[in-house]
């Protein structure tokens, strides 16, 4: 009888281990999947490199890409406020992928990435929203016509110019929206009412933005590039999907022994 109720204890917790253990290398391999589709983008490289700002914004000054279709590259401008001043660089270019490309062939002239009291945000909006607009440490908003206008302080006029508000005035109604709808809550803001009055196309016709590389090229250029990279992405998710389709018993042996290095080595870094 005792040694009956020991071997049922026994094969209980064999059967355990067992049924964890499945669930486990299950997990391995959807977080392997998960992470094969994780693209680290020079973004993201800078957003660590600013680990140590409480506030800052990325903007894509301008963007590129090769006539033969094989290359695509990013300029970004980094803001970053400090105590008494409002620092900026531009960039050098950086290669992206043609994913990333395709993800803000919209977003010229906007902050792609911000960081605001120590949080980071990583959807288009309007350069300026996030830090700057609406933060009475560097303007107010004044009336005019019967509408209320955001303005810099004298100290700080320059940052009209650096997002683009010369061309562009914010108003107040337009910022209310993008805090009320948009901000933290992962979604891209071009304007109110789904109008689309920030991004590429009217930053290029702005004087910020009529002098970038990207403004310089031709439509029929341009069109070319869009139609490129849908293709490309298109083509990757195909493969993609395909690969996870044909999955083996043997494939997943191997990334399940592959799965804990691949974590390891990219877990540094802030991926989206």
């Keep these: 009888m005792n040694n009956g109720f020991v071997k049922l204890i026994i094969v209980v917790i064999i059967g355990f281990v067992v049924i964890k253990a499945c669930s486990s290398s299950g997990n391995d391999y959807r977080d392997s999947g998960q992470m094969e589709n994780w693209e680290k983008s020079p973004v993201d490289e800078l957003i660590k490199s600013l680990s140590?700002?409480?506030?800052?914004s990325i903007i894509l000054y301008d963007m590129d890409a090769g006539d033969s279709g094989d290359s695509y590259k990013h300029k970004y401008r980094v803001v970053v406020e400090k105590p008494d001043t409002v620092q900026a660089r531009e960039t050098e270019w950086y290669p992206v992928s043609a994913g990333f490309f395709k993800q803000h062939l919209n977003d010229m002239g906007m902050e792609i990435a911000s960081k605001k009291d120590g949080v980071v945000h990583k959807q288009a909006a309007p350069a300026g929203y996030t830090n700057y607009v609406g933060n009475q440490k560097y303007g107010h908003w004044v009336n005019r016509n019967g509408s209320s206008f955001w303005e810099f302080y004298g100290k700080y006029a320059f940052l009209s110019s650096m997002f683009n508000m010369m061309s562009y005035p914010v108003r107040r109604s337009y910022w209310d929206d993008y805090y009320g709808g948009y901000y933290g809550r992962g979604r891209s803001y071009y304007g109110p009412s789904g109008r689309t009055i920030y991004g590429t196309k009217n930053y290029t016709s702005s004087s910020s933005g009529r002098n970038t590389?990207?403004?310089s090229k031709p439509p029929t250029f341009k069109d070319?590039?869009?139609?490129?990279v849908s293709r490309s992405t298109s083509a990757s998710s195909s493969r993609k999907y395909s690969s996870g389709s044909s999955y083996s018993?043997?494939?997943?042996?191997?990334?399940?022994?592959?799965?804990g290095s691949s974590f390891r080595s990219r877990s540094g870094g802030f991926g989206k």
């Design 224 to 228: 070319k590039v869009r139609n490129r």
């Design 52 to 56: 140590d700002e409480q506030n800052f």
């Design 249 to 259: 018993r043997t494939s997943r042996s191997s990334s399940r022994s592959s799965s």
């Design 213 to 215: 590389t990207w403004a």
